[in-house]
């Protein structure tokens, strides 16, 4: 007997789902496992937990959590954590993060634990850290749920959030989907997002000034967290690429690359080795 | 006696191939089954492009494809790819996709210039079978052509252009 073969265990299969019109984009997941029936159960939990969240967190459905808060209400935990974290960063970046988008003012009030008050500003939007903090939600819920499952990626849009062993390739990409990523990372249990004006145009607002920023065109980065990697790559492509760089260099665990309107990139002091790691990765 | 020289693909030039999916009613979708490939004029497969199926599931639509076999190691790469699915890019409108061809083959090495078939075939889950076939000139001149669409396709386009 091959003494090996004895000690070999069975090779995972990376299982892929690919879906349209979900958070108004694309979502990819991909579960690492055994079985294909197991597969197909996880992504269908995590397509409900993501239509769940969704009804918490959306801009665009009038029935959503978020749309039906009108004055002081009492939140649901997922959305209380998530105001939270938004307006630690709005504070943290003086505004260039900014719910408010157009202005970089506080649109809430926290009044205790759970209970909230709108204040009397414009609508505010919750829509790019929302993104992360599902993709990590689900990530997470799938990794509770089964661990027959040995590796996660959750792909929503553009924010990704690996969960598991291994060590998973991800590329940069600016616009075209076919053509070449900028770069290509190795990541394990982290994140990353990119912000970029190349696919919706001059989406992106400085909220000190309510005008479109121009001066980075693409950001990418990668955090601990979807939530974080969110929040940092819009508040990176409003402020300065130094203050970006700054702003990294400042948060634990935290990578970047910035190209500039030139075209020329900038990366964080840990960047390069992320791109080394990706030669190892699958 | 003539010696006949072919010119080998310009590198500066690559054959985009985009497309719109219709979207089904009701909310979110499955990316469709896609086979984008390449026939030479003698119709002999040149090149798998890209090529999109449900590992697990026995896909009846793909046997009609030639040339989609592939090691392990290579379907990983064509279904999406550890790349295409764990692609980070700013946020992506649904439903809308381009691959690119870069003048090789399956083997690797670059075709020459001249006259191709161009295939998109799509499949949708509780959907129907499409195929758009289009002869093109691929040399050094560019080339747009946009496609009627057909009952999955919104609209396609196969452009020839200067890589970008």
Known sequence: MNILKAFQRPKTIPYQFHYEGILGTSASLRFDCLDADLAEIACKLALEHIAQLENIFSSYNPNSTLMQWHGTQTLPCELAS????????????????????THPNACWEKLDESTYKRLDVPPFTLNAIAKGAIVDDVAHLIEQAYPDITQIVVNIGGDLCVRGRKLVRAGVQSSDDGAS?????????????????????????????????????????VATSAQLADVLSTACSVLTIQESLALVASTPESEAMLVDAAGQQFKSAGWKQLERQARTAC | ????TSKKWDSAF??????????????????????VFIEDQKGKPVRTVELWYQRGRGARW????????????????????DLASSMSGPTRQPGVYTV????????????????????????????????????????TKPVKIDLPGNTEIKSATFEFRKKR
């Open chain 1, 181 to 221: 990523p900028l770069t290509v990372i190795g990541l394990c249990n982290q994140a990353i997002a990119t912000s970029g004006n190349a696919r919706r145009g001059l989406h992106i607002r400085d909220p000190r000034t309510a005008q479109p920023v121009t001066h980075t065109p693409l950001v990418s980065v």
């Open chain 2, 100 to 139: 690119i061809w870069d003048g090789k083959n399956d083997a690797g090495k670059v075709v020459d210039q001249g006259d191709f078939t161009v295939n998109l075939e799509i499949a949708r889950e509780h959907g129907s079978y499409q195929l758009i076939r289009k002869d093109m000139a691929l040399t």
């Open chain 2, 1 to 4: 006696m003539w010696f006949q």
């Open chain 2, 14 to 35: 690559e054959l985009a191939i985009t497309f719109e999916v219709i979207a089904p009613a009701g909310g979110r979708y499955r990316r469709p089954y896609v086979a």
């Open chain 2, 62 to 81: 793909l046997r009609d494809l030639r040339n989609w076999y592939r090691g392990e190691v290579d379907r990983m790469t064509r279904e999406g790819g």
């Open chain 1, 82 to 101: 998530v105001l939270d974290n938004a307006e630690d960063w709005r504070i943290r970046t003086r505004g260039a993060f900014a719910p408010g988008v």
